[in-house]
């Protein structure tokens, strides 16, 4: 029995917590550097919705630019920049931040029990590289963006304009900022999950933020490598990459795709997570398969890492070379395809609640099929022959990227939101939202597939006329896919106003942060709880154990030294 | 008396089996569509290996139709038939199932073979397309920022503007770059490869279809990269001779069988040659000095290097047989006598240049 340390007031629970884990009163450490993961990952869910809506602007312009053969809106050079922009954007400064930093902060800590995240201090250094590295990045406007697409291949992002050097260091930061947060999140989910929470009884959100810390602590590394060797290049004339002095171009390719093929696991494997969490809730029904799930996710986390070549087909390696990487990649499909069929099991036989998450996570579903099954198209080789740098290859990206990890954004967004803000949002607005962007979006892009396939290459700020009705079409609905943006925007604006109170639970749900008010307090738990099941077995008693009960001053103690609380 | 017992069929849900049905139906429709038209690639197939690659197209075209059908109609049916009841009460609970071994093993193994096919039917038609033929013709397709120049074995100056191709004729192309790195794609033949400066890639086709098709560049390459692009004209063999002897071609005696005279080589006449014939790929400097292949001022004397690159001494002789036949590099190609349109006697010049800058 632990003794309590002299000068530590006992008597009700809230005053025993306020001395272990005393809630900061100042406006700038309440809100600002804040190292509470709740507050930090608002904070991420914010500066990155802002990155969104810079870069969605961007998109729009490339849409516009789009809807004549000639493209009058802008020049070509000012073109390179956005659509570079766009991508880098939407990829580092946007699905990254949020998927792990934004959702995996809010809600990962709550969903194992834990009162934060194992490292606070480090967390908020990781969140405040962030912005810093947005702003870098989009003041690379000011000196000439970079122009060379988001994956800046040398030699020639080796001749782009000076803010392809920002561009270095932004995403370098950004590469940095990612590592903490991987690092952080792989030790909380080991040391930090509340009693009897064993690997398997983890909410699957947990598993997919593990698998994806894994993948960003080892792989960013590559491409922090890389992007020094570039910005050495560029600035000081180290050759690495330039073929004229003695470099290989191939050598950036490698780096950079060791890297950028498992940050597209790091950009779905929280929102797998998300979907795993929001069918079952609105189904009513356990997550079916649950450790097919899970391991499905470790599976796709470690096949990862040896598909990267996929992206250099064309790019010129000993032929031979290209098979493994192909079988590889095909093989992906059968952990995948093993999560959508459990999710579509997950639907069946249950007492669906049409909820805006709901529709999103079902969109989910659809739009995500889709661009699996483009990405078989792509891994056969033959066909990449054929399909590699066109627009075929635009539609499967977003339709994985949107289809996928903003669906399912989305889905957590709505999910969510009445935890993080203790208020419900409209339910008309959202159903608006859902239709608006479903419709609209593939409207956007499944065009761009029979455009690649007839011969339109993707980067290009004209293109040939007989392309033009079907960019027209998508243009249109790109347009319209950003009106939905306008709804969401307001929907969510009026619930912060006027929204009705949500409650603890409002959808009924059984993970453990549905179990204390909305939003959750400083210390997240009075009393950390015992798990005694996982938590999807609706009809059963909820498998936690002292979540109501305020502890004693003793036991407050005890649990001070079992979980350690940040110290000031 | 043994009692039989019937094990209670599963309610799968009203409407389940009619719905699979729908399902079969469309998906069949829509196999037969993509078998039987060309859709949506919409492009003819001009060359070998173009078939190949629409039917593994195809192919693949039709699994995905029927995984999208069973994906996308089955999750609308649940979808509707499993929406929570009006009249439901507030806290109504779905069918409490974890999990089921026999579907879930099946819903695995039966993707799992299909991916064995696919990766089978994939793997067979990269075989063919790397044994496409080649060879009868060999071309070289270098990019720049922004365009296109092609080099013809036994034309001195390269050729701006089109490429043209004989109908029927395995041909090969080298491509490469002055500069960054261009695509070169002929979405007609459906090839592709990467023009990498510094690396020589090969494609090879055989064109069946004559007409004018484009050539794109599908790597960003700069400002203007939108607008590179070229044309390959595929025309018949009469047509393609026409043409190759306006640009002043078929002048040099590629006998591969007499002796060469090395002893008679004139290293004035081998420098004027190096500079039409080697100097877009060889520098004279040390071997370090790369432009597409090493550096050759120093073939004969260069102690880091004191190897030729097929690993025999560098004695003229040797030196001549790699100029004679080539070479295959462990990154790049060195083209033959034949494909670089040179004679024994301009080899005897060029080996005779070469031992005259070792010397200095």
Redesign the interface.
């Known amino acids: 029995m632990a003794t309590l340390a002299p000068g530590v007031k006992t008597g009700p629970y809230h005053a025993v917590l306020d001395h272990i884990h005393p809630e900061p009163t100042g406006f700038i450490r309440k809100y600002i550097f804040s190292i509470d993961a709740k507050v930090i990952g608002i904070q991420y869910m914010i500066t990155g919705g802002l990155f969104f809506l810079i870069a969605g602007l961007l998109a729009e312009i490339i849409r516009a630019q789009l809807l004549t053969p000639n493209g009058a809106v802008v020049t070509?050079?000012t073109y390179?920049s956005i659509y570079s922009m766009h991508g880098s954007a939407m990829v580092w400064m946007v699905v990254i931040p949020l998927v792990t930093g934004g959702f995996g902060n809010f809600v990962m800590p709550l969903q194992i029990g834990a009162r934060d995240v194992a490292f606070p201090w480090l967390n908020l250094a990781a969140f405040w590289m962030f912005p810093v590295a947005g702003v870098i990045l989009f003041s690379s406007f000011l000196f000439g963006a970079p122009?060379?697409?988001w994956t800046e291949?040398?030699?020639?992002s080796l001749?782009g304009p000076p803010g392809t050097s920002m561009w270095c260091v932004a995403i370098f930061l950004i590469g940095i900022s990612s590592t903490l947060t991987g690092i952080n999140f792989m030790v909380t989910i080991f040391k930090m999950r509340a009693p009897g929470m064993t690997l398997t009884r983890m909410p699957l959100f947990v598993w997919g933020q593990f698998a994806t810390a894994a993948l960003m602590f080892i792989a960013t590394t590559a491409l922090a490598g890389a992007l020094l060797a570039l910005f050495l290049e560029r600035t000081f004339g180290v050759p690495f990459y330039d073929?004229?002095h003695?470099g290989?171009?191939?050598l950036w390719q490698h780096m950079f795709w060791f890297y950028s093929h498992p940050a597209v696991y790091i950009m779905i494997l929280p929102v797998f997570g998300i979907i795993s969490e929001v069918l079952p809730t609105f189904?009513?029904?356990?997550i079916?398969?649950?450790?097919?799930i899970a391991f499905s996710t470790v599976a796709i986390a470690l096949l990862g890492f040896s598909v990267w070549a996929h992206h250099m087909f064309?790019?010129?390696m000993v032929?031979w070379l290209?098979?493994p990487f192909?079988?590889i990649t095909?093989?992906i499909?059968?952990p995948t395809?093993?999560k959508?069929?459990?999710w579509?099991?997950t639907?069946?036989?249950?007492?669906?609640?049409?909820t805006t998450p709901m529709l999103f996570a079902?969109g989910f579903?659809?739009t995500f099929?889709?661009g699996g099954?483009?990405g078989?198209?792509l891994?056969?080789?033959?066909?990449d022959?054929?399909e590699?740098?066109?627009y075929f290859v635009v539609a499967h990206l977003h339709y994985v990227l949107y289809g996928g990890s903003m669906m399912g954004l989305f889905a957590g967004l709505y999910y969510w939101w009445p935890k993080m803000t203790g208020r419900m949002y409209n339910e008309v607005l959202g159903y608006w939202h859902f239709w608006l962007s479903f419709v609209a979006f593939n409207g956007t892009f499944m065009p761009m597939?029979?455009l690649g396939?007839?011969?339109m290459?993707?980067?290009?700020?004209?293109?040939d006329p007989q392309f033009q009705f079907w960019n027209v079409f998508a243009s249109i609905s790109a347009f319209v896919l950003a009106a939905s943006m306008l709804i969401c925007i307001y929907n969510l604006g009026m619930s912060l106003r006027r929204g009705k109170l949500a409650g603890p639970n409002p959808w009924?749900a059984r993970t453990l942060e549905w179990m204390i008010s909305s939003p959750p307090p400083y210390y997240n738990y009075k009393r950390i709880p015992a798990v005694l099941a996982a938590p999807y077995?609706?009809?059963n008693p909820l498998p936690y154990i002292g979540l109501d009960a305020a502890p004693g001053a003793e036991e407050a103690a005890a649990i001070s030294e079992s979980h350690p609380v940040p110290t000031y | 008396m043994a009692q039989r017992t019937v094990k209670p069929r599963t309610n799968l849900g009203p409407g389940f089996w009619p719905v699979t049905a729908f399902i079969v139906v469309v998906s069949a429709i829509m196999v037969y569509f993509t078998m039987t038209s060309g859709w949506p690639i919409g492009l003819i197939p001009a060359g070998e290996p173009a078939p190949a690659t629409d039917e593994l197209f195809r192919f693949l075209g039709s699994v995905a139709a029927v995984i999208f059908n069973i994906v996308t109609i089955y999750t609308i049916y649940f979808g509707i038939v499993f929406a929570k009841k009006k009249n439901a009460p507030p806290n109504a609970i779905g069918v409490q199932i974890h999990d089921a071994f026999v579907l879930e093993f099946w819903w695995t193994a039966i993707p799992t073979i299909l991916i064995v096919i696919l990766a089978i039917y994939s793997t067979k038609s990269w075989v063919d397309i790397q044994n496409t033929q080649g060879d009868v013709l060999t071309v070289e397709a270098i990019g720049y920022q922004f365009g296109y120049q092609f080099r013809y074995p036994r034309l001195a100056a390269p050729v701006s503007g089109a490429m043209h191709l004989p109908l029927n004729t395995p041909t090969t192309i080298h491509v490469t770059s002055r500069d960054v790195i261009h695509g070169f794609w002929i979405p007609e033949m459906r090839i592709k490869a990467d023009m990498v400066p510094g690396l020589i890639n090969t494609l090879r086709v055989t064109p069946t279809v004559a007409g004018t098709y484009p050539i794109i560049c599908t790597e960003f390459c700069g400002i203007a990269h939108g607008g590179m692009k070229t044309t390959v004209i595929v025309e018949s063999q009469q047509a393609f001779g026409k043409w190759f002897a306006q640009q002043g071609g078929a002048h040099a005696n590629t006998s591969t069988t007499a002796a060469i005279p090395l002893s008679a080589g004139s290293a004035d006449t081998g420098k004027t040659l190096f500079g039409q014939k080697c100097s877009a790929c060889h520098s004279t400097g040390p071997f370090s000095q790369k432009l597409v292949g090493p550096g050759l001022g120093q073939i004969f004397n260069d102690a880091g290097h004191p190897k030729l690159v097929n690993g025999a001494d560098p004695t003229p002789q040797n030196v001549a047989s790699i100029l004679k036949n080539g070479y295959q590099g462990d990154i790049g190609v060195m083209p033959s006598a034949q494909v670089n349109a040179i004679s024994n006697t301009d080899i005897a010049n060029l080996v005779a240049y070469l031992a005259s800058l070792s010397k200095k």
């Not at chain 1, 189904?283 to 356990?286: A, D, E, L, N, V």
């Not at chain 1, 639907?347 to 049409?354: A, F, K, R």
Request: include cysteine; proline fraction near 9%.
């Open positions: 070509a050079a390179n122009d060379a697409g291949y040398p030699p020639v001749q073929p004229k003695g290989s171009p191939l189904s009513r029904k356990p079916f398969g649950y450790k097919m064309t790019s010129g032929p290209q098979l192909m079988i095909m093989v499909a059968i395809g093993v959508i069929f459990s579509m099991a639907l069946w036989g249950g007492s669906i609640h049409w079902t579903l659809i099929t889709c099954l483009t078989f198209f891994a056969a080789v033959p066909l022959y054929h590699h740098g066109t597939h029979w396939l007839m011969g290459p993707r980067r290009v700020a004209t293109y009924g077995d609706f009809g």
